[in-house]
């Protein structure tokens, strides 16, 4: 049986996870109580794995309550909803549940047909968002080959086939760029350990063992080149239930600046639910966390706290893809752009007749603003750069906050005979005036990927004049990060494709001071 459970002579067959990696057992499933109980002791176990299961028990439901042509539809109806209850929190369980019911008034084949429909569509999906899911992490990183993190299970076993992010990782050994994953154990029940290892060393891809408390200390030892996992609900804000540990690792990938990606087909997203506050989170037995393989380890009589879930906020998560594609969060710091224009001052006429001055002293006077502007930038970036490059003169304000807040090393691009010895030298014509900017020769190299940070981006002049510097020196500009964006002057589609990140974006033409950056 290639595939974690399918539909096989009447009933569902499935693999026992439970017996993994010791025994490798099929599970003949026959009437909806020994399903749920399959669900429930995680025999079959993983968000679309469950969807489908979900849809296959309808299945067996609806065959059983068949008799003469004649299907007890609120049987079957009452049946539904027992399997879908058997585990909350993933949102395929309900789902496919819905589907197989939705056939139910053409009939028990007809809910057949549309569970194995179910099972039939998954790989495709699966390999589409893991595809998607690879080239992603590619753009959001620099090291070669990889070294990614991943927790619980989310392969073959979880899925119909191939799977979610364990897909991902096996997209990109395909293309020789995994180094090794780390996968986590994942207690207290151990996919990671017992289904994640197994499956990758069947597949021939390196992998290394870690207790779920060490992953921080790998993402700080600087072990990591990105973080991969799957999900159980996605809510419409971008909030994402997933295994236990899963929102420590986040927090930890954002304190180290590593993307944590989730990979989550769209049967998973959760669009009625708006946040994670909302997610109905499964809690488990005590014994599963006082005893340790059959052996109780903990004294008798102890409390237990067992949540097999918990909710990672949308705003440490880098980006969900499905197979439509990547969905970064949208909301960084809430009111970041509404709170640096009110502490932005136009100045008329200012240094010269007919220029609009954005005076951006009283950013800098509010305390907190600066940094947060930085901690956003650095947000939106993470893992796609390793040096920044401030651009005289307030760029260096910004720059020195984002170059600190990311740990990465700073370089200044000068205006004309600031700069000791050996310099290389570009010249630029912006909307007033015309100027140049300098930087050592060996400042960077080849091996430095730079975010290039200035305060306002106007014309695109002093940014294009930047990153011809930056270039010759060997180094690729990966991104461009400034407060504001005066988006009339189109300055984006100069440096282009190269994005820009502006926290700020100012619609109507103003002008602005000579250089259109400001001096
Ligand atoms: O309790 P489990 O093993 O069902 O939990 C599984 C997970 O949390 C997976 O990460 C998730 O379902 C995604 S599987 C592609």
């Given at each position: 049986?290639?595939?974690?459970?399918?539909?096989?002579?009447?009933?569902?067959?499935?693999?026992?996870?439970?017996?993994?990696?010791?025994?490798?057992?099929?599970?003949?499933?026959?009437?909806?109580?020994?399903?749920?109980?399959?669900?429930?002791?995680?025999?079959?176990?993983?968000?679309?794995?469950?969807?489908?299961?979900?849809?296959?028990?309808?299945?067996?439901?609806?065959?059983?309550?068949?008799?003469?042509?004649?299907?007890?539809?609120?049987?079957?109806?009452?049946?539904?909803?027992?399997?879908?209850?058997?585990?909350?929190?993933?949102?395929?369980?309900?789902?496919?549940?819905?589907?197989?019911?939705?056939?139910?008034?053409?009939?028990?084949?007809?809910?057949?047909?549309?569970?194995?429909?179910?099972?039939?569509?998954?790989?495709?999906?699966?390999?589409?968002?893991?595809?998607?899911?690879?080239?992603?992490?590619?753009?959001?990183?620099?090291?070669?080959?990889?070294?990614?993190?991943?927790?619980?299970?989310?392969?073959?076993?979880?899925?119909?086939?191939?799977?979610?992010?364990?897909?991902?990782?096996?997209?990109?050994?395909?293309?020789?760029?995994?180094?090794?994953?780390?996968?986590?154990?994942?207690?207290?029940?151990?996919?990671?350990?017992?289904?994640t290892v197994w499956e990758l060393q069947r597949d021939g891809i390196p992998v290394r063992l870690c207790p779920d408390g060490a992953a921080a200390s790998a993402l700080q030892a600087g072990d990591i080149d990105c973080v991969v996992v799957g999900a159980d609900r996605v809510t419409r804000n971008g909030d994402v239930a997933n295994k236990v540990s899963t929102y420590p690792l986040a927090l930890a990938a954002a304190r180290h600046h590593v993307p944590f990606v989730v990979v989550a087909p769209q049967s998973t997203v959760d669009e009625t639910t708006p946040t994670g506050a909302s997610i109905p989170i499964e809690h488990r037995g005590p014994d599963e966390v006082t005893s340790l393989g059959g052996v109780r380890t903990a004294p008798p009589g102890t409390a237990v706290y067992n949540p097999?879930?918990?909710?990672?906020?949308?705003?440490?998560?880098?980006?969900?893809?499905?197979?439509?594609?990547?969905?970064?969060?949208?909301?960084?710091?809430?009111?970041?752009?509404?709170?640096?224009?009110?502490?932005?001052?136009?100045?008329?006429?200012?240094?010269?007749?007919?220029?609009?001055?954005?005076?951006?002293?009283?950013?800098?006077?509010?305390?907190?603003?600066?940094?947060?502007?930085?901690?956003?930038?650095?947000?939106?970036?993470?893992?796609?750069?390793?040096?920044?490059?401030?651009?005289?003169?307030?760029?260096?304000?910004?720059?020195?906050?984002?170059?600190?807040?990311?740990?990465?090393?700073?370089?200044?691009?000068?205006?004309?005979?600031?700069?000791?010895?050996?310099?290389?030298?570009?010249?630029?014509?912006?909307?007033?005036?015309?100027?140049?900017?300098?930087?050592?020769?060996?400042?960077?190299?080849?091996?430095?990927?730079?975010?290039?940070?200035?305060?306002?981006?106007?014309?695109?002049?002093?940014?294009?004049?930047?990153?011809?510097?930056?270039?010759?020196?060997?180094?690729?500009?990966?991104?461009?990060?400034?407060?504001?964006?005066?988006?009339?002057?189109?300055?984006?589609?100069?440096?282009?494709?190269?994005?820009?990140?502006?926290?700020?974006?100012?619609?109507?033409?103003?002008?602005?001071?000579?250089?259109?950056?400001?001096?």
């Amino acid at each position: 049986m290639s595939r974690s459970l399918d539909w096989y002579e009447g009933h569902i067959r499935l693999i026992d996870q439970r017996k993994l990696p010791a025994h490798h057992r099929q599970l003949d499933i026959t009437t909806v109580d020994e399903l749920i109980d399959a669900i429930t002791a995680l025999a079959v176990r993983g968000a679309p794995a469950l969807g489908i299961a979900g849809a296959l028990g309808v299945a067996l439901s609806a065959a059983r309550h068949t008799v003469s042509g004649r299907t007890d539809a609120e049987a079957v109806r009452t049946d539904a909803d027992r399997i879908a209850q058997s585990r909350p929190t993933a949102v395929n369980l309900s789902k496919g549940v819905a589907r197989a019911l939705s056939a139910l008034p053409r009939g028990a084949d007809a809910v057949l047909a549309e569970a194995r429909s179910l099972l039939e569509e998954d790989e495709q999906i699966n390999r589409a968002a893991a595809r998607h899911t690879a080239e992603y992490l590619l753009a959001s990183t620099t090291r070669r080959p990889l070294r990614v993190l991943t927790h619980c299970n989310t392969g073959s076993l979880a899925t119909g086939a191939w799977g979610t992010a364990l897909g991902a990782i096996r997209d990109l050994h395909a293309r020789g760029l995994i180094e090794t994953v780390l996968a986590t154990e994942t207690r207290p029940l151990l996919q990671g350990a017992r289904l994640t290892v197994w499956e990758l060393q069947r597949d021939g891809i390196p992998v290394r063992l870690c207790p779920d408390g060490a992953a921080a200390s790998a993402l700080q030892a600087g072990d990591i080149d990105c973080v991969v996992v799957g999900a159980d609900r996605v809510t419409r804000n971008g909030d994402v239930a997933n295994k236990v540990s899963t929102y420590p690792l986040a927090l930890a990938a954002a304190r180290h600046h590593v993307p944590f990606v989730v990979v989550a087909p769209q049967s998973t997203v959760d669009e009625t639910t708006p946040t994670g506050a909302s997610i109905p989170i499964e809690h488990r037995g005590p014994d599963e966390v006082t005893s340790l393989g059959g052996v109780r380890t903990a004294p008798p009589g102890t409390a237990v706290y067992n949540p097999a879930f918990d909710v990672t906020p949308h705003d440490v998560i880098s980006a969900v893809v499905s197979e439509h594609g990547v969905r970064e969060p949208t909301v960084g710091t809430p009111g970041l752009a509404e709170r640096l224009a009110s502490h932005t001052t136009v100045v008329k006429d200012f240094p010269s007749p007919g220029v609009d001055f954005q005076d951006l002293a009283g950013v800098y006077r509010q305390p907190g603003l600066l940094q947060a502007a930085a901690r956003e930038i650095v947000h939106r970036a993470r893992g796609r750069f390793d040096a920044v490059v401030g651009i005289e003169a307030r760029g260096f304000v910004l720059a020195s906050v984002i170059a600190a807040e990311a740990a990465v090393p700073l370089v200044l691009a000068r205006k004309p005979g600031r700069t000791p010895g050996k310099t290389q030298s570009a010249r630029y014509r912006s909307e007033y005036s015309s100027d140049a900017l300098e930087m050592p020769v060996d400042a960077l190299g080849a091996q430095h990927t730079v975010l290039l940070v200035d305060d306002v981006l106007a014309t695109g002049g002093t940014l294009s004049a930047a990153r011809s510097l930056v270039e010759a020196c060997g180094a690729t500009v990966a991104r461009c990060a400034v407060l504001i964006e005066i988006a009339a002057l189109n300055g984006a589609a100069r440096i282009a494709p190269i994005p820009v990140d502006a926290l700020r974006s100012i619609p109507a033409h103003q002008p602005t001071a000579p250089g259109g950056e400001h001096p």
